[in-house]
């Protein structure tokens, strides 16, 4: 059974940090990209970063040079360290496999990030 369980959110001022985490079961987590997304409230869910099995990143352009994106395969568990938050950082985020086939279609319950101005 594949699960994915997004932790680590909170409120937070404007400026500050959280580390997100997301454990995965159920799935060959080091072999598939992972990925977190975020959704905003009355917004679509958009992409945030992605990490390849061996490392390689990618972000979106809001969020590139504050959020770093990683991965521990050993304890199948997928990382996003968020700095320098802005209010528009707000919403659920989410972890997913975005390129598996067999797995894109599972989340998890997200985790809920509020940022204060």
């Known amino acids: 059974q594949v699960q994915l369980v997004e932790s680590g959110g909170g409120l937070v001022q404007a400026g500050g940090s959280l580390r997100l985490s997301c454990a995965a079961s159920?799935?060959?987590?080091?072999?598939?990209?992972m990925g977190w997304y975020r959704q905003a409230p009355g917004k679509e869910r958009e992409k945030v970063a992605f990490?390849?099995?061996?490392?390689?990143?990618n972000y979106a352009d809001s969020v590139k040079d504050r959020f770093i994106i990683s991965r521990d395969n050993a304890k199948k568990t997928l990382y996003l360290q968020m700095n320098s938050l802005e209010p528009e950082d707000t919403g659920v985020y989410y972890c997913?496999?975005?390129?598996?086939?067999?797995?894109?279609?599972?989340w998890g319950q997200g985790t809920q990030v509020t940022v204060s101005s």
């Open positions: 990490v390849t099995s061996s490392g390689v990143t």
């Open positions: 159920g799935m060959p987590f080091s072999l598939v990209v």
């Open positions: 997913n496999a975005p390129y598996s086939a067999q797995y894109s279609s599972y």
